[in-house]
């Protein structure tokens, strides 16, 4: 039990609909970061926002976008779903000055895009 | 982009036998991290290793670290059921923004 807790756990899409993935952080953790996990694959980092500013993006396009709320929760947002997009998302919380590097992360998010 | 590749990618053991997995990746790094996944579930760290540090140890697991080859291993001693589990190694930049590899399946046989 982490302590990250991340909802809804199932979801189903069609393409060029938008969803909205939530994320509550481990208590006290001032940084949330999203990762894409394709079935089989390890995984990937879309972004991290810490004190409610993205801080780093990997290679997503726009319409992946996100949000940080002053109690550190977050928000994912996907617009226009392709069926590519059909992944687990995974949040994690960190507390980057005190522990560096380690990640807490939820259950995830399987989204299907039909 | 993917950091870390694993090798090999899936591993079959009898328990109580040792599981190996090795990890490379491609540029410098702050310190490299193992995790752990149960079928499709959160990630748990397993553990950190340092870019300074050549060797660690926690409980039945350990990791090493050669950076001149850009490689680390993680051991896992007497492996359980329990074990059986997807791990993965991810490299980091110094900001918590982790580069995962795709992932080395490992399944403990009863």
């Known amino acids: 039990e982490t302590g990250v807790t991340q909802s809804p756990t199932h979801l189903i899409k069609t393409r060029g609909q938008q969803v909205t993935l939530r994320c509550s952080s481990q208590?006290?953790?001032?940084?949330v970061s999203w990762y894409q996990q394709a079935l089989g694959q390890g995984p990937q980092f879309i972004f991290q926002?810490?004190?409610?500013?993205?801080?780093g993006r990997g290679n997503f396009p726009p319409r992946f976008s996100g949000l940080q709320f002053p109690n550190y929760s977050s928000e994912l947002n996907v617009n226009a779903l392709e069926l590519d997009d059909s992944a687990l998302y995974l949040c994690?919380?960190?507390?980057?000055?005190?522990?560096?590097?380690?990640?807490?992360f939820g259950e995830g998010s399987r989204l299907t895009v039909l | 982009s993917q950091q870390g590749e694993e090798d090999p990618q899936a591993l079959s053991i009898q328990e109580g036998e040792n599981a190996t997995m090795n990890c490379s990746y491609k540029t410098s790094i702050n310190n490299l991290q193992w995790y752990r996944q149960n079928s499709g579930r959160g990630l748990v760290h397993l553990i950190l290793?340092?870019?300074?540090?050549r060797e660690k140890h926690s409980g039945r697991l350990r990791v090493t670290l050669d950076t001149s080859k850009k490689s680390s291993s993680l051991l896992i001693t007497a492996s359980r059921a329990a074990d059986t589990a997807s791990y993965f190694c991810a490299t980091d930049d110094g900001n918590n923004r982790l580069a995962f590899g795709k992932g080395n399946q490992v399944v403990v046989i009863p």
């Open positions: 994690a919380s960190s507390l980057v000055k005190a522990n560096p590097g380690e990640l807490f």
């Open positions: 290793i340092r870019s300074n540090e």
């Open positions: 926002y810490y004190r409610e500013e993205e801080n």
């Open positions: 208590s006290g953790h001032n940084t």
